[in-house]
């Protein structure tokens, strides 16, 4: 679906809901930006929003225009730009792809302008008992945690909150990440054959991603 559409109903999807809190023509950091889908329903809802994207390999071509991509291993390589110099950071299914967070959630908190947030999503970790697609439709989506052979381990939010504690970030709220349309829609491929999209509407109904937002502290400000 083009997110211009949620312009207007950005509480529809947790993920546009948070990029649509952005100040006029901020910076938003993409970290782990893949194939570019999510950066791209990102410049459909805010078209003023100047976009930067990491990734170990990445499809920058597939990118936004205007959208400043750096190819980077976000367990060894520091990244380019300034620190306080990002108005909001995503990080979407990728920590469950990683063994060490620690240079991660560095870099998220020196690029952070103060009182700036970081969104964080990943597979909620009771994904590890859910049913893989059946039959022939095994090994076509991922609807339990192991079925995407790269995750490395489920990492709950309670433990992306006390790593952002420790590098001096403040979690301000958790949930289940839902774009409700698609959640609404599982009644309609309720009793119909396995699908992208009717797997696609059973994740957003069943809360099958967590995200947390954390913030880092604004300046003290003197009295």
């Given at each position: ?50 976009l ?55 870099e ?7 009182g ?9 970790p ?85 995200y ?12």
């Open positions: 679906m083009n997110w211009r559409y949620l312009r207007s109903v950005p509480w529809l999807d947790t993920r546009a809901r948070f990029v649509a809190s952005l100040p006029l023509a901020g910076n938003l950091l993409d970290l782990g930006s893949s194939d570019g889908q999510t950066l791209r329903h990102f410049a459909e809802l805010r078209p003023d929003v100047h930067f994207a990491v990734d170990r390999a990445g499809e920058p071509d597939r990118y936004p225009a205007r959208c400043q991509f750096h190819r980077a291993d976000l367990e060894r390589d520091r990244l380019p730009w300034a620190a306080a110099s990002m108005d909001a950071i995503t990080c979407m299914h990728l920590v469950e792809h990683l063994r060490d967070l620690a240079l991660l959630f560095q998220t908190a020196r690029l952070l302008k103060p700036a947030c970081v969104y964080f999503e990943t597979p909620h009771k994904t590890v008992l859910y049913s893989s697609p059946p039959d022939t439709a095994a090994g076509t989506f991922t609807l339990n945690f192991y079925d995407d052979v790269e995750h490395q381990k489920p990492v709950s939010i309670g433990a992306l909150g006390l790593q952002a504690r420790q590098f001096g970030l403040e979690p301000v709220k958790t949930g289940a990440s839902r774009n409700w349309l698609f959640a609404l829609a599982y009644l309609l491929y309720f009793f119909g054959q396995p699908s992208a999209r009717k797997h696609t509407a059973w994740a957003h109904c069943r809360g099958w991603s967590a947390l937002i954390a913030r880092k502290p604004p300046r003290h400000q003197p009295q």
